[in-house]
């Protein structure tokens, strides 16, 4: 027996919970399936920073810094439980972030520079008000808050319960018919965010075009930190040469998760190598730091991007079509906002509307993934 739904998400990370969220709350029939654990690839190996545009607004952004700038207010408003789903159980690292100088005297009159570019947006700090492990200025912060991302996955799983299913999409067809663990379904629309697996079903479709691009990134993680820093250190070129995400550790202390430069270099570096490199960064960045007595771990993974025909960062969010089925991707974590908006006009469109719900158990529910620090192989380097 089929079964019928209005909507069918594939994907549990940030794109597939948000939108599914928003459906719901409009008061569609919907189900999502995820093929492995909830926060999946990207979104639980994510910084968790939400961008207001200022880090781009630097460098190396276009478009995106403009575009950007509107989500802040939406999370902001859902975060207060006021807004287009209700996300008031989400938990916070930070309440902003600092840009600081990560190298010689010529780094500070960087961040100066940088700071101007987006001036009105960032404030200076006074020399006390600096974090702890910051013993060198200037350092201005910016109101950009870090994410507790694993409460963000629970606070929309909790907005879903019932209605997501752990699952191996078999078949996929253009006039909206699925199966699933070889389970037949039928939807008015079927929705892929399923980040590097939107792959599978570009393929399963048969659709030979290029749509998609990965961009590889080797987080580095450190332990344990005795303070928290979230920020980005500034040198001469745009991107930083590091961006720091600190994250508690039930023992005390903080992992440290390391992106920007030294993610992107340490892609092309063999594991070994790119934790060495990390070591002299940040030896260099923070020389009075003891990083001696550290354990060290790495998460390559890639950024599962709609394509861009320079293998830069795409604009914002993109949605690839085929009959009933959308293909999706939110480009960031913070534009997943954008990207529902997207869905929901394309179903407007499409004369897709809400129809009375019969999500029943289907499948094992789908629970909560890790993050790469929970899982990482520490060692000393
Ligand atoms: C290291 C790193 C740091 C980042 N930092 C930031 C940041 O600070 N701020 C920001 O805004 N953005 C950041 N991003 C980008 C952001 O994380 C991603 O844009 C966003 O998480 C993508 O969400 P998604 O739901 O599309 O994909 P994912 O989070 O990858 O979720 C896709 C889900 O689909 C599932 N799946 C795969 N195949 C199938 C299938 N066939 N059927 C069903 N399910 C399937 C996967 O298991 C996974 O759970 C970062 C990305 C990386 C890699």
Known sequence: MTQNYDIIIFGGGIAGLFIASRLQRAGYNLILIEKDRLGGTQTLASQGMLHGGQKYALGGGGNHATSIAAMPARWEACFAGQGEIDLSAVKFLSAGQVMFPAGSFFSSLSVIAAAHAVRGRVQRLQRGGYPAVLQRGPVYEMQEKVLETKSLIAAL???LKGRIFRGEVQEIAPDGRVVVSGIPLQAKAVIFTAGA???TALSLLQIKEQHTQRRPLRQI???SLPQALYG???VGQPKPRVTVTSHPLSTGGYVWYLGGNV????????????????????QDIFPHLDWEQKEWASWLGDRAEPFDAEGQLPPGPYIQQRGKVLIAWPTKLTFAP??????FALLQERGVSP??????????EAEIGHYPWE??????I
């Open 338 to 343: 954008a990207l529902a908006d997207q869905v």
């Open 221 to 223: 993680m450190v332990k």
């Open 263 to 282: 993610a992107e270099e340490g892609a092309k570096l063999s594991a070994a190598e790119a934790l060495a490199f990390a070591k002299k960064e940040m």
């Open 375 to 380: 899982e990482a192989q520490w060692q000393r």
């Open 232 to 234: 980005h250190g500034i």
């Open 197 to 199: 697996g939107n792959e």
């Open 355 to 364: 129809s009375p719900s019969t999500a029943s158990p289907l499948l094992d």
């Open 157 to 159: 799983a909790q907005n």
